[in-house]
């Protein structure tokens, strides 16, 4: 059984398109995670969510919303796509207590 | 602020000899500590954690990391390195909240 799953794992579209990625963890963790991790393999924070409430917004752009429509659940939809958002990105849970994530197997999102 | 440090953008070590990664963290405190291993194409694995106590501490596939408050360090090492273990390594730091702080890693080359 997958813990964190995502979904699609590869993305090719082109600027100005809008797209979403889900992912879904079955582990019964109260926070979830967004990272972006670029072509140097730097990991950035995007955004955490716990018990569905926002609680991280690291000064992403608006063009990127996150969702959450319950504990199990957070997708990231991404609108007007930019070159600069190509990058590999990671959904990723946790306990709050706990503090060790566990990381989906990523989107590959190309933009041309 | 926080950060984590990893000097090591690569390192090349012979199959068979011995490994350390170093990681070096700026906090205030004792924060809590990680390592994960990301293999090319998949997400970020939990290699070993340290919240506190035992400063050297077990982990998955062999690894042990040491916690040393004075060096402001918690390298990670393993007595012989198998060609599996080529990887990007992450040390990461959380202090206690939602938001945990990644160096940049250190990829690990393999040799024959």
């Known amino acids: 059984d997958t813990a964190v799953s995502q979904t699609p794992k590869y993305l090719v579209t082109q600027m100005g398109n809008d797209k979403s990625i889900k992912c879904e963890q079955n582990l019964g963790h109260d926070t979830m995670y967004w990272y972006k991790q670029d072509s140097k393999k730097f990991l950035k924070i995007m955004f955490s969510y716990n018990n569905k409430e926002l609680i991280i917004n690291e000064t992403v752009p608006n063009r990127f919303s996150p969702k959450s429509p319950d504990k199990a659940h957070l997708n990231l939809h991404i609108n007007s796509l930019e070159l600069g958002d190509s990058a590999v990105y990671f959904c990723a849970s946790s306990q709050p207590t706990e503090y060790e994530q566990y990381f989906g197997p990523g989107t590959r999102l190309t933009v041309t | 602020a926080q950060s984590v440090t990893q000097p090591d953008i690569h390192i090349t070590v012979s199959e068979g000899a011995s490994l350390e990664l170093r990681c070096n963290y700026s906090?205030?405190?004792?924060?809590?500590l990680f390592w994960y291993v990301q293999s090319p194409g998949q997400g970020l694995q939990l290699l070993l954690k340290y919240f506190s106590g035992d400063t050297l501490v077990q982990g998955i596939k062999g690894f042990e990391a040491e916690f040393k408050r004075s060096q402001s360090s918690f390298n990670l090492r393993k007595p012989s390195v198998h060609w599996s273990d080529a990887a990007e390594y992450f040390c990461a730091l959380n202090t206690g909240g939602f938001k945990t702080i990644f160096g940049a890693g250190t990829r690990l080359f393999v040799k024959a």
């Open positions: 906090y205030g405190a004792t924060p809590y």
